[in-house]
C-alpha cells in the first residue's frame, strides 16, 4: 500500500461528505403549502367539526322553579287546612236561643280542638223562628246574613254537615240520631236545656261539642297519619338555582309538621287498629278503577244472570256518588264448571246448623287462578275482582266454619261472597233457574261495601255521605303531598345529574303542576274540597308526568364513562397526526426564529 492511501481525511473532507448526505433545503413554497394543509385541517375540526358535534350532542335543559319546587317539598309554601262548615237547623227554636246554642257549641269545640288544621266552623242556617215574628220557617237568608254565630267565620261554599235541632218534651237527656243517606245529625233535646236558666252551663252545647268531635275523630286522625308521613322529608344538600347551593335536612320539614299538627292526643287504640288495616286494606290511589264482577259456579248453572239490572240498582248509586274521587269501569263475566282450588279442602257438614262449611285457614287459597279467568290488568287503571261463587246443589248453603260468614275481602284485590240461592232459585228436575235481580241483591251489598273498605273511607260514621267527603278531604291533601314530594325528587334529580335533558314537556309538566297545587292549597283553605281534590288530581298526575319523561329518563343510563368509551378509539387515530403535525411546525418556526435572531 502507498503512502498517499495512509494519510487520514482532513476536516474539511468531513465536512463535504457531511453536507452530501443532508436532504436540500425546502423551497418557501413546500413549507407554505404544508402549513397551509396544517392549518386546512384545524380549521375544519375547530370551526366545522366542533360546532357539529357540540351541536349534535348537547343537552337540552330547560329552566325550572328550583326554589319553588323545593318549598312545596318542604312545605313552606302551603300549610293545609280544614275548615268544615256545620250549618244548625233549629225550625222550632227562637233566633237569638239559636245563635245562644251556636256560640256555646263553638267555645266548647275550640277548646276541645288539638288538631289547628283541622276545625269545625258552626253558622245558623236558614229554618228558625225569627225573634220577631211568630212563624216557624224562614226563606234563606242572603250571603251578607249568612254569619250569625261570630264575626271571624266566613261563609263556605260546601257545607260538611246539617245539625237539626229538635226538642222534644218526653226526653229526659239529649241524644244524636245521624242520618245515613244524608250529611244530616238530629239532636234530640229537652226543652229545658234551651231554657235561660241553663245559659251558664249549657249543656246542650256540650252534648253538641261531643258529638261533633266523635263524629270526626277518625277523619282528624287520618289527616294527621297522612301528614305524618309525609315523604316530603328530604336531606343532604341540594342546589336551589344555578350556581347556589342550600343545605336542607330532615329537621326543618319535621318541625314544620310538627307545627302543622300542634299537640293532637294519640288515637285510642281501637282507632288505631282500624286506621292500621286501612293501610294495608286500601290500594294504591288512582284516578281510576276498574271492576270486574265474575260469576263462577262448579256446576252447569245458572244459565244467566240479571247482573246489569243488580249492578244499576245497587251498585251504580255508590260509583256515582264517589264519581268524585275516582272513576270506576264496571264488567262481568260467568264460567261454569268452575270449581276452587283443590287446594282447599273439601267442605264438612255440619248437622248442628244443618250448612256446610269451609275452614277459615282454606280461605288464602280458595282462589283457583290456574282456572279461573282473572286479570289483574284489565282497563287504564288497577282492578279490583268482585267474586261470586255459586256452590254445588248438594254442598249448599255453604258458609265459612269460624264466623258463620259467607264472604271475605282480600287485601288490595278484591272480595269473594259465596252465594246461596234461596230454594225457590235452585234447579229442578224440568229447568234450570237464573240468578234474577232480588238473587244478587245480598252479594251487590257486600260488594259495595267492600269497595268502600277499598277506597278508604272511614268507618266510624254509619252516613255515606259523610264518609266520601271525609275521603275527599283525605284525599285531596295526600294528593297535594305527593305531588309535592314528586317536585322535591325531581328538584334534586336535576340538580344531582348536570348531564340529563329536561325538555319543555317537563318544564311544562311542572309548570302545570305549581299551578294546580296553589289552587288546592287555597281551595282546600276555602272550604271547597270537592275542587281542591280535582286540582290535586291534575298535580299529580302532571307530576308523575314529568318526572318519569321517557327521554329524561333514558338519560339517566348514559354516564360520562360510557361517552369516553366512544369517543377515544374515533378521537385518537384522528387527534394524534394532527397534534403532533402541529407540534412539528411549531417547533420548526420557534427554532427558526432563534437561529434568525442569533445570526442578526
Not at 269501569?329 to 276452587?340: C, E, G, I, K
Amino acid at each position: 500500500m502507498s503512502e498517499d492511501s495512509q494519510i487520514p481525511p482532513t476536516t474539511a473532507t468531513k465536512a463535504i461528505a457531511a453536507s452530501t448526505r443532508q436532504p436540500p433545503p425546502e423551497s418557501i413554497e413546500s413549507i407554505r403549502v404544508r402549513q397551509l394543509v396544517i392549518l386546512s385541517f384545524w380549521a375544519i375540526v375547530v370551526f366545522l367539526g366542533l360546532p357539529i358535534w357540540f351541536w349534535t350532542t348537547s343537552i337540552d335543559r330547560a329552566r325550572l322553579p328550583l326554589q319553588e319546587m323545593m318549598g312545596w317539598a318542604e312545605g313552606r309554601l302551603c300549610k293545609p287546612s280544614f275548615p268544615l262548615q256545620i250549618v244548625v237547623e233549629a225550625p222550632l227554636l227562637q233566633e237569638n236561643d239559636v245563635i245562644r246554642v251556636i256560640r256555646a257549641t263553638q267555645h266548647a269545640l275550640d277548646d276541645q280542638n288539638d288538631f289547628p288544621l283541622h276545625h269545625l266552623r258552626l253558622r245558623i242556617g236558614s229554618n228558625y223562628i225569627p225573634s220577631n215574628s211568630s212563624h216557624h220557617t224562614r226563606l234563606p237568608q242572603r250571603s251578607s246574613e249568612i254569619d250569625k254565630s261570630s264575626d271571624h267565620i266566613t261563609q263556605l261554599q260546601e257545607e260538611a254537615l246539617i245539625i237539626t235541632l229538635v226538642p222534644q218534651s218526653g226526653l229526659t237527656a239529649a241524644r244524636a240520631e245521624l242520618q245515613t243517606q244524608s250529611a244530616s245529625l238530629e239532636i234530640l233535646y229537652p226543652p229545658h236545656l234551651v231554657s235561660p236558666a241553663s245559659s251558664t252551663s249549657f249543656p246542650l252545647a256540650t252534648f253538641i261539642a261531643a258529638q261533633l268531635q266523635d263524629l270526626f275523630a277518625e277523619e282528624r286522625a287520618l289527616i294527621s297519619r297522612t301528614l305524618r308521613a309525609n315523604p316530603a322529608s328530604i336531606s343532604g344538600q341540594a342546589a336551589v338555582g344555578p350556581g347556589q347551593t342550600s343545605v336542607i335536612s330532615t329537621n326543618s320539614a319535621a318541625g314544620t309538621k310538627d307545627q302543622w299538627l300542634g299537640n293532637i292526643q294519640a288515637p285510642s287504640p281501637e282507632l288505631a287498629a282500624r286506621l292500621a288495616s286501612r293501610t294495608t286494606r286500601t290500594p294504591r290511589y288512582a284516578p281510576t278503577y276498574h271492576i270486574t264482577i265474575s260469576l263462577f259456579s262448579p256446576d252447569g248453572w245458572p244459565s244467566s244472570w240479571d247482573i246489569e239490572s243488580a249492578i244499576s240498582e245497587y251498585l251504580a248509586p255508590l260509583l256515582r256518588s264517589a264519581s268524585v274521587i275516582s272513576r270506576f269501569t264496571v264488567d262481568t263475566q260467568t264460567q261454569l264448571y268452575a270449581s276452587f282450588s283443590p287446594s282447599v279442602r273439601e267442605p264438612e257438614y255440619d248437622a248442628s246448623r244443618g250448612v256446610w262449611t269451609l275452614r277459615e285457614g282454606d280461605l288464602s287459597g280458595f282462589i283457583n287462578a290456574a282456572e279461573w279467568p282473572l286479570s289483574p290488568s284489565i282497563g287504564a287503571g288497577p282492578t279490583l275482582n268482585f267474586i261470586i261463587y255459586v256452590p254445588d246443589p248438594s254442598t249448599s248453603p255453604l258458609v265459612i266454619r269460624e264466623s258463620h260468614a259467607n264472604s271475605w275481602l282480600i287485601p288490595q284485590w278484591g272480595g269473594v261472597v259465596i252465594l246461596n240461592p234461596s230454594v225457590s232459585a235452585l234447579p229442578n228436575e224440568t229447568q234450570a233457574t237464573d240468578l234474577s235481580k232480588e238473587d244478587l241483591r245480598p252479594a251487590l251489598l257486600v260488594f259495595s261495601h267492600q269497595l268502600l273498605s277499598f277506597l278508604g273511607v272511614p268507618q266510624s260514621s254509619s252516613s255515606i255521605l259523610l264518609q266520601l267527603q271525609t275521603l275527599t278531604r283525605v284525599r285531596a291533601v295526600s294528593l297535594l303531598l305527593s305531588a309535592s314530594a314528586t317536585m322535591g325528587s325531581l328538584a334534586r334529580l336535576t340538580v344531582a345529574l348536570p348531564s340529563i335533558a329536561i325538555p319543555e314537556t317537563v318544564s311544562r309538566a311542572v309548570d302545570v303542576t305549581l299551578e294546580h297545587l296553589e289552587k288546592t292549597c287555597n281551595t282546600l283553605k276555602d272550604g271547597r274540597f270537592a275542587a281542591a281534590l280535582e286540582n290535586a288530581k291534575i298535580a299529580e298526575t302532571a307530576a308523575e308526568r314529568g318526572f318519569f319523561e321517557k327521554s329524561m329518563v333514558g338519560q339517566v343510563y348514559f354516564p360520562d364513562e360510557h361517552k369516553v368509551a366512544v369517543y377515544l378509539p374515533l378521537l385518537g387515530p384522528v387527534g394524534v397526526p394532527l397534534i403532533m403535525s402541529a407540534l412539528k411546525e411549531i417547533k420548526r418556526i420557534w427554532t427558526a426564529y432563534r437561529s434568525k435572531n442569533q445570526v442578526s
